[in-house]
């Protein structure tokens, strides 16, 4: 059974990443893994409830990079969502971006959909767990509440998670565009030797953005 369930959840990673989740169907998961459409209801569900086992795989990697990276430092923490997100989103940019999208078009219903309430619930939890840290190593001064600031940071996130997601940027702009959101949300807090550091990394990033005269250009042969 555990087997089959891999198979399953494989055929759908590769389906997903092919033909995005509009072009998700069960009788073609089944066909590709070797099983029977009622295996597939019986051991996970419907298209929906695929997509949600997908996710949560995604999630559990991302949060087993976060706790277990090399860098602890608390701005490396308060960073970690974004930098471990992109460099998982790198190793298959086709499926990741079809099931960000996914998972966008889940919470554009009426009603907020739980499933992706959770899963952005659990992105803001562990940024703000990382400005907590910050918070404890007196780098911040506290004066605005971690839970708005990872809010605040989330909120930048998904936006530039969007952008990455519908091709409009690279990859690579994506990680730095969203790591200077980071920085500036912290560097408005900030005491005034933390301050200086967020700044040189802000603008690192800057230069680093100026010095790719090439990414307008590929932007649009991506988009063409």
């Known amino acids: 059974m555990q087997k089959r369930r891999a198979r399953v959840l494989d055929a759908a990673h590769q389906l997903l990443a092919r033909q995005g989740f509009e072009g998700l169907n069960v009788r073609d998961v089944a066909h590709l893994a070797g099983v029977t459409v009622p295996t597939i209801y019986n051991l996970i569900g419907n298209k929906e409830q695929l997509l949600i086992t997908l996710i949560s795989q995604v999630l559990a990697e991302i949060e ?44 554009q219903t009426d009603a907020p959909h739980p499933e992706a309430a959770r899963i952005f619930a659990w992105a803001e939890r562990l940024i703000t767990e990382g400005i907590e840290a910050c918070l404890t190593a007196g780098l911040i001064r506290g004066r605005i509440p971690a839970a708005a600031m990872g809010e605040l940071i989330m909120r930048s996130f998904r936006i530039t998670c969007r952008a990455w997601a519908l091709r409009h940027i690279p990859i690579e702009a994506f990680r730095r565009t969203a790591l200077s ?3 500036v949300t912290l560097a408005a807090d900030a005491v005034d030797t933390f301050h200086h550091r967020l700044m040189q990394k802000f603008s690192e990033l800057a230069a680093d953005d100026a010095a790719r005269p090439s990414n307008k250009k590929t932007n649009r042969g991506e988009k063409q």
Not at 84 to 107: Q, T
Request: glycine content about 6%; charged content about 25%; overall charge negative.
């Open 181 to 183: 959101d980071v920085y």
């Open 64 to 107: 087993s990079r976060v706790h277990t990276g090399g860098d602890r430092t608390p701005l490396a923490l308060a960073a970690a969502v974004v930098t471990e997100s992109a460099g998982l989103f790198a190793e298959d940019e086709a499926y990741y971006r079809s099931a960000f999208l996914a998972v966008e078009a889940l919470d």
